[in-house]
């Protein structure tokens, strides 16, 4: 059997910072709120020149020389992204064209803040099947750009970066990605949305006349979806394996909130030294989450080869789905 194994992760981020301070000065609200509720402390702010594409295409260039790759031996480059450069073409098209990968494919995959999970299960198949060999997977999103920075119940959660993991066909390997599960309830489509930009309210029609710009998130509603989608997908995820959460060595979920991370692990009885959590200092970045808090989790020593690791994400759509994958 072919699997998909991970060769390398890297990420990027924009230079500028915004603390909890610099959110007192834009809205009522507190860094003690902020932190009591989300666990956020700072987050990275794209500057007007910076978008998802040069995020990605940043990231995309670290992981290919981490695993010393040349860019014309990718297949296909997967970016899960909501956020992107233009409606059209693709993140994964500008990527395909700033990194030179001249043999491979490319394509978007709009999951949102699943995004990466779905990527990666869109890859991990492609390798499996024996169609493709080697597949360049990003997670990246800008949304700050859609944010209203005077809604204090959503402008103190987003920041910007990208990640990148290069996914690669090892026969008979028992390293790599073991299972993934995707799932989704459109019917909660109206929790998060922007209204404004596709084709239903074009920017500057008559039908976007008071319709919704930036970001607009029932927040506890989500709140509720989020801990019980997460339990859901992991579940689902480590019974397709076989295996129970004991085995797990390393839960990276998406880092929406704090809290919600807490509760889920405790639901899903993992203890705290194997829960990765880094929002404190990216907020929420959407699709750019999971591979950013790889990243960073390998970078610091806490993910090494070997590991079992269960990523999880879930957002707008709604969408959720888990990634299982031996390191
Ligand atoms: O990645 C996509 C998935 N997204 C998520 O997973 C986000 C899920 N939701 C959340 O993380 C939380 O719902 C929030 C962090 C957005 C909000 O936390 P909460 O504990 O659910 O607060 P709440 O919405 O129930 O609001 C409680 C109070 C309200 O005041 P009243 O009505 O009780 O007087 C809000 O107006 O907190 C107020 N509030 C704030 N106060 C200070 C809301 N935002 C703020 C703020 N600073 N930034």
């Given at each position: 059997m072919i699997k998909a194994v991970v060769k390398g992760v890297a990420h990027a981020v924009p230079n500028k910072i915004l603390t909890n301070a610099d959110l007192e000065k834009l809205v009522d609200t507190s860094d003690e709120w902020i932190m009591q509720r989300t666990g956020m402390r700072e987050r990275r702010i794209c500057e007007p020149h910076e978008t998802t594409a040069t995020l990605a295409t940043e990231a995309a260039k670290k992981v290919l020389a981490k695993t010393e790759t040349s860019p014309t031996e990718i297949d296909l480059i997967v970016v899960g992204s909501v956020t992107g450069d233009y409606m059209f073409p693709s993140v994964s098209c500008i990527v395909q064209n700033a990194i030179g990968a001249k043999k491979a494919g490319a394509m978007d995959v709009g999951a949102a803040c699943a995004g990466f999970i779905y990527s990666v299960a869109t890859a991990a198949a492609f390798i499996e099947s024996g169609s493709l060999k080697k597949v360049l997977v990003i997670g990246a999103d800008a949304l700050t750009k859609y944010?209203?920075?005077?809604?204090r119940s959503t402008c103190i959660l987003f920041g910007d970066g990208a990640g990148a993991m290069l996914l690669e066909a090892a026969p008979g390997s028992d390293h790599g990605v073991i299972k993934t599960v995707m799932l989704a309830d459109g019917a909660g489509a109206p929790l998060i949305d922007v209204e404004v930009g596709g084709n239903r309210y074009p920017v500057g029609s008559p039908q976007a006349e008071g319709r919704r710009t930036k970001i607009f998130m029932a927040g506890s509603e989500v709140y509720r979806f989020a801990v019980k989608s997460i339990g859901d997908a992991c579940c689902r995820v480590l019974d397709l394996a076989g295996i129970s959460s004991d085995d797990v060595d390393l839960f990276v979920p998406h880092q929406a909130n704090l809290r919600i991370i807490e509760s889920a692990a405790e639901r899903l009885h993992l203890p705290s030294e194997k829960v990765f959590v880094n929002v404190e200092k990216f907020g929420n970045t959407s699709a750019a989450s999971i591979p950013i808090a790889l990243s960073d989790a390998e970078s610091t020593g806490k993910l090494t080869k070997g590991m079992t690791v269960l990523t999880v994400g879930f957002g707008a759509g709604l969408v959720w789905g888990a990634n299982l994958i031996r390191w």
């Open positions: 944010v209203d920075w005077t809604d």
